[in-house]
């Protein structure tokens, strides 16, 4: 009895010694990847993703790098290929014949069935390189000098990495609070969505949808780039496509609503925005004099940001025309939208409009007021039957002053706007104690 014992345990023990002698020989072709890097390595379920454990070496040069891997067991592995202990990774494209999606992750997959060579393949590729570029080389950078939570980490990721949250960092060695990274970004992609988030998406840049860097889809707002080679991208403020500045972060910018021509009841008149996460009855607009225009200051973001008007909370709120020059239509909603730059005080503006309740042809008319040539081209004229202007402003559709004219008794002034893009501007006039606007258009036809 004891003999057959000795014998099943010694055929076990042979088992799982033959089980552990698989060598697999892994191989990766490097001269399609234009970064730096030192030492490729291979990683993966077998090694416990450890980083450097195991690197390649290029014995003869030809920029083809080889890992023996031995003492392997049977069954599947899941691995990929990394460079310099996690300095860069492959992005491997999911559903190609290599690879195995699990959640956020993309791996490339080989069954163990025995000792191997495994073929040579590219860089973030399942196939031989074919001599040209298998990536195109990003570096991201991201200005946290204005970001005042608390993080360890900052990481940059997007469709590019299957949004995984710990795969690329970015750092900052020189301690300047700008942080970089290189990202190699599969050829196969000619445009990619990124936001940048910190510490495995415990927060995560909220940016704001029509913002020129955008691009939304489905209810999300993301970092867009289109790539045509390999790209620098200048540093961004957190949740902004601007650069930090050395200048005001902030602003302090009055609102103005001109209930007068309003039909419904309301207790208490509201400003909601992107700014205060759209709260409801959180900003309430004060009206002192009692003349139906109630008005708000608030320190906004130098940035761009949407807003409405509200009736006690959400009880009503601004209907406003999709295509109107003060507004952004931002999936199915439309709301107003204005340009941070510096403290500001916004024209009154009528319930749901663009423009002042005064905005009448009968108002403009009882101020002696004449705009012309509307549309123009170049510019246009305002001339006032009364003589005296006080000032002129003239706004973009974002709210920005794009021209300031100064008192004028002349009673006519000239505006040019041959530089101007073309689009809808609003004229607001003060004459003595009144004021009126008026919409022009900048036509780009002579």
Same mark, same amino acid.
């Given at each position: 009895?004891?003999?057959?014992?000795?014998?099943?345990?010694?055929?076990?023990?042979?088992?799982? @010694?033959?089980?552990?002698?698989?060598?697999?020989?892994?191989?990766?072709?490097? %001269?399609?990847?234009?970064?730096?890097?030192?030492?490729?390595?291979?990683?993966?379920? +077998?090694? $416990?993703?450890?980083?450097?454990?195991?690197?390649?070496?290029?014995?003869?040069?030809?920029?083809?790098?080889?890992?023996?891997? !031995?003492?392997?067991?049977?069954? @599947?592995?899941?691995?990929?290929?990394?460079?310099?202990?996690?300095?860069?990774?492959?992005?491997?494209?999911?559903?190609?014949?290599?690879?195995? @999606? #699990?959640?956020?992750? /993309?791996?490339?997959?080989?069954?163990?069935?025995?000792?191997? @060579?495994?073929?040579?393949?590219?860089? $973030?590729?399942? &196939?031989?390189?074919?001599?040209? !570029?298998?990536?195109?080389?990003?570096?991201?950078?991201?200005?946290?000098?204005?970001?005042?939570?608390?993080?360890?980490?900052?990481?940059?990721?997007?469709?590019?990495?299957?949004?995984?949250?710990? =795969?690329?960092?970015?750092?900052?060695?020189?301690?300047?609070?700008?942080?970089?990274?290189?990202?190699?970004?599969?050829?196969?992609?000619? &445009?990619?969505?990124?936001?940048?988030?910190?510490?495995?998406?415990?927060?995560?840049?909220?940016?704001?949808?029509?913002?020129?860097?955008?691009?939304?889809?489905?209810?999300?707002?993301?970092?867009?780039?289109?790539?045509? $080679?390999?790209?620098?991208?200048?540093?961004?403020?957190?949740?902004?496509?601007?650069?930090?500045?050395?200048?005001?972060?902030?602003?302090?910018? #009055?609102?103005?609503?001109?209930?007068? /021509?309003?039909?419904?009841?309301? *207790?208490?008149? %509201?400003?909601?925005?992107?700014?205060?996460?759209?709260?409801?009855? =959180?900003?309430?607009?004060?009206?002192?004099?009692?003349?139906?225009?109630?008005?708000?200051?608030?320190?906004?973001?130098?940035?761009?940001?949407?807003?409405?008007?509200?009736?006690?909370?959400?009880?009503?709120?601004?209907?406003?025309?999709?295509?109107?020059?003060?507004? +952004?239509?931002?999936?199915?909603?439309?709301?107003?939208?204005?340009?941070?730059?510096?403290?500001?005080?916004? !024209?009154?503006?009528?319930?749901?409009? =663009?423009?002042? =309740?005064?905005?009448?042809?009968?108002?403009?008319?009882?101020?002696?007021?004449?705009?012309?040539? %509307?549309?123009?081209?170049?510019?246009?004229?305002?001339?006032?039957?009364?003589?005296?202007?006080?000032?002129?402003?003239?706004?973009?559709?974002?709210?920005? /002053?794009?021209?300031?004219?100064?008192?004028?008794?002349?009673? *006519?002034?000239?505006?040019?706007?041959?530089?101007?893009?073309? $689009?809808?501007?609003?004229?607001?006039?003060?004459?003595? %104690?009144?004021?009126? &606007?008026?919409?022009?258009?900048?036509?780009?036809? !002579?």
């Amino acid at each position: 009895m004891k003999r057959i014992v000795w014998c099943m345990v010694s055929g076990l023990l042979a088992l799982g @010694t033959l089980e552990a002698q698989n060598t697999l020989t892994f191989q990766l072709d490097m %001269n399609g990847f234009t970064g730096n890097f030192t030492t490729p390595e291979v990683n993966g379920t +077998f090694n $416990g993703w450890c980083g450097s454990c195991n690197p390649m070496s290029d014995p003869d040069g030809d920029n083809i790098w080889e890992a023996v891997i !031995p003492n392997l067991m049977f069954g @599947t592995i899941e691995y990929k290929f990394s460079y310099d202990n996690w300095a860069g990774q492959e992005l491997l494209t999911p559903g190609s014949p290599c690879t195995i @999606t #699990t959640g956020t992750f /993309t791996n490339r997959t080989h069954t163990i069935s025995g000792s191997a @060579t495994l073929p040579v393949v590219c860089w $973030g590729s399942c &196939s031989p390189c074919s001599g040209g !570029p298998q990536s195109t080389n990003v570096t991201f950078n991201v200005d946290m000098r204005d970001y005042t939570q608390p993080y360890t980490q900052v990481f940059v990721t997007g469709d590019f990495n299957n949004w995984c949250g710990i =795969c690329n960092e970015l750092m900052d060695p020189d301690g300047d609070s700008i942080y970089s990274g290189l990202v190699a970004v599969p050829i196969s992609f000619d &445009s990619i969505l990124y936001k940048f988030e910190v510490d495995n998406f415990t927060d995560q840049e909220s940016l704001l949808a029509g913002d020129p860097c955008t691009f939304s889809d489905a209810g999300f707002t993301n970092r867009k780039l289109v790539l045509t $080679g390999d790209t620098v991208v200048p540093a961004v403020c957190w949740g902004s496509c601007q650069s930090c500045t050395a200048g005001p972060t902030s602003a302090l910018v #009055t609102f103005k609503v001109d209930m007068s /021509t309003y039909t419904g009841s309301y *207790t208490q008149i %509201n400003l909601n925005g992107t700014f205060n996460n759209w709260c409801g009855s =959180c900003a309430v607009m004060l009206d002192p004099d009692n003349d139906l225009i109630f008005e708000i200051d608030v320190t906004l973001p130098i940035d761009t940001i949407q807003y409405k008007f509200t009736a006690d909370g959400w009880t009503a709120d601004e209907q406003l025309t999709s295509g109107a020059p003060c507004t +952004f239509t931002d999936g199915a909603f439309v709301n107003r939208i204005y340009n941070v730059t510096g403290d500001t005080e916004l !024209p009154v503006v009528c319930w749901a409009r =663009c423009d002042a =309740c005064q905005v009448s042809l009968d108002e403009w008319a009882r101020m002696g007021l004449n705009l012309f040539p %509307n549309p123009g081209s170049e510019g246009f004229t305002l001339t006032a039957a009364q003589g005296q202007i006080d000032r002129i402003w003239v706004r973009d559709v974002l709210g920005r /002053t794009v021209a300031e004219v100064p008192a004028d008794a002349s009673g *006519t002034i000239r505006v040019d706007a041959s530089s101007w893009p073309s $689009g809808a501007y609003i004229v607001e006039v003060a004459q003595a %104690n009144r004021r009126a &606007s008026q919409i022009w258009m900048k036509s780009n036809r !002579p």
